[in-house]
């Protein structure tokens, strides 16, 4: 069963912090652990994400949203979305350090444009297994 959140922000730089902790709660509250390198890397790649949607989206644009779906096999899928952005951003080079790190932390990672309007930024984060639970006997 997949669980997924969406939410949109404002496009500010204080929506890069604001991002990163919501998606982090809610990785929390779908069985991630503090320290589990899935909740880890999902959250860097929102706060690259989201810093490249606030850098490089259109001016004219109040709101993106971001959206996080835990997949059944433990994978996050992380999406950033300009709505209401004709064109999109500009694309990033693939040698840039944003995508470069999108490379290392995804296992796939792309761009989607729903027609003219809409341009959305997507990255598939592979489950890490749990780390193990602290032996509880002393």
Aim: aromatic share 4%; charged share 25%.
């Amino acid at each position: 069963m997949a669980r997924r959140e969406a939410f949109r922000l404002p496009r500010h730089p204080a929506s890069v912090a604001l991002a990163r902790h919501r998606v982090r709660d809610h990785l929390l509250a779908w069985g991630r652990t503090e320290g589990d390198g899935t909740l880890d890397d999902t959250v860097l790649l929102v706060s690259e994400l989201v810093t490249d949607a606030v850098r490089h989206g259109p001016l004219l644009e109040r709101e993106f949203e971001v959206a996080v779906t835990v997949l059944a096999d433990g994978a996050c899928f992380v999406e950033v979305t300009d709505l209401d952005a004709p064109g999109g951003p500009a694309p990033e080079p693939d040698d840039s350090a944003g995508h470069r790190l999108r490379n290392a932390l995804a296992e796939v990672s792309g761009v989607w444009r729903a027609g003219r309007r809409s341009t959305t930024v997507w990255a598939l984060v592979p489950a890490r297994p749990l780390p193990p639970e602290p032996d509880g006997g002393g």
